[in-house]
């Protein structure tokens, strides 16, 4: 290691909720650096969440966050010639961010009309342990499970 490693940078809860997990979500919904725009989809998607199912959205959003987060990824190492997906556990950190990403790539992929209708809809659908962000999640840990044999390569 020749590097040190980056100093953590503190993330500030958001305004409505106080968690900070919220602004991590928002971060990546941003384009372009519009944070505010990106703060009033997320909100206008929770009130919409709210609305369609009547429970806490915040919690929803938690629910949802912790279904579509995966615990182990495959990666790929050649060997002698060959590439093996080896099945890897991930960084707690990386899981989190890579559950948002999912959420909101295929919150993006959806169709409906804006942004926070969009979201809306993915984030009750993973809530449920439906919705495309789950399928992704279930077929990764398949993907690790197929290529188990390959563990002891890491």
């Known amino acids: 290691m020749r590097k040190r490693k980056p100093k953590l940078r503190v993330i500030q809860p958001d305004p409505r909720y106080g968690d900070p997990v919220v602004t991590r979500f928002v971060n990546n919904l941003m384009w372009q650096g519009k944070k505010s725009t ?16 009547g ?3 915040h919690e929803l959003f938690g629910k949802a966050l912790e279904n579509t987060t995966p615990s182990v990824e495959v ?3 050649r060997i002698g010639g060959a590439t093996f997906q080896i099945p890897t556990e991930i960084n707690p950190k990386r899981k989190v961010a890579i559950g948002m990403k999912w959420l909101i790539r295929f919150a993006r992929e959806r169709n409906g009309k804006g942004m926070a209708e969009k979201l809306s809809a993915e984030v009750l659908a993973a809530s449920k342990g ?6 992704r999640k279930e077929d990764t840990h398949k993907m690790a499970e ?9």
Not at 38 to 53: G, T, V
Not at 130 to 135: P, R
């Open 38 to 53: 990106a703060y009033q989809i997320f909100y206008d998607a929770m009130d919409l969440l709210s609305e369609k199912s």
């Open 55 to 57: 429970a806490n959205p």
């Open 75 to 77: 990666k790929s190492r």
């Open 130 to 135: 439906e919705g495309n962000a789950v399928k």
């Open 146 to 154: 197929a290529n188990r044999a390959f563990a002891h390569f890491k």
